[in-house]
């Protein structure tokens, strides 16, 4: 038995890969009984996009659409997957992906474009250099506000795991103000140095007020 985490989140994975370094030292003669389970880490988020471009590979392949900030890459991606998908053996794995694209991909990057009936990559292809390439402007905007979705509300986990639901249900609106990615990832760090829930709420409004 293999345990694989698959992650594709904007933040690089921070938490442990070992069960053990979540648990407290245990009293003395003990730690023999402590549980420990190490799994495999798979962040997608983690790869450079001209080292996945180098593989001839379905996963790098996916995770290059995942990590994708516009329009042309994701073509360059569907270039490729046409051609290694071209096999007539292939037809069930073509139509997962254009199924995934369809429904989950385009929607969620584009999600106020209006798609018409697509049924294979080349015709996604086609469709994103003839009716996207004007929209460059607004996939990145909307791929930035997907992130900062994904920040606020892990940040907001964190926050409750750290300091309870009420500091969340405050951190909240603060949170909503900051627009910057990086402000995130210094909010990230300082949630752990933070003695108790009156600093870490300072240290919020302080970067807060920064960033406006």
Partial sequence: MLPI????GRRHWTAPTDLADLIDTAPAGLDAYRPSLRYLLIDAGAYADADLAAQRNLAAALFRLE???????????????????????QAELRRS???WLRQAFLRTRLPTVQF??????EEIRIMLTDRVLDRTQQWKQEGLQEGL????????????????EGVE????????R????????????????CADDRAWLAR???AVGGNG
């Fill in 5 to 8: 985490v698959l992650y594709n």
């Fill in 67 to 89: 990590n994708s900030r516009g329009p042309e890459p994701v073509r360059e991606v569907l270039t490729a997957l046409t051609d290694w998908l071209s096999d007539p053996e």
């Fill in 97 to 99: 992906f254009v199924l």
């Fill in 116 to 121: 018409p009936e697509l049924g294979n990559m």
């Fill in 149 to 164: 979705h994904s920040e606020r509300r892990m940040l907001r986990r964190l926050i409750r795991r750290r300091f309870g």
């Fill in 169 to 176: 249900v405050q951190s909240t609106p603060l949170l909503e």
């Fill in 178 to 193: 900051i627009v910057q990615p990086e402000v995130f990832e210094d909010l990230g760090e300082a949630l752990f140095d």
């Fill in 204 to 206: 919020l409004t302080a």
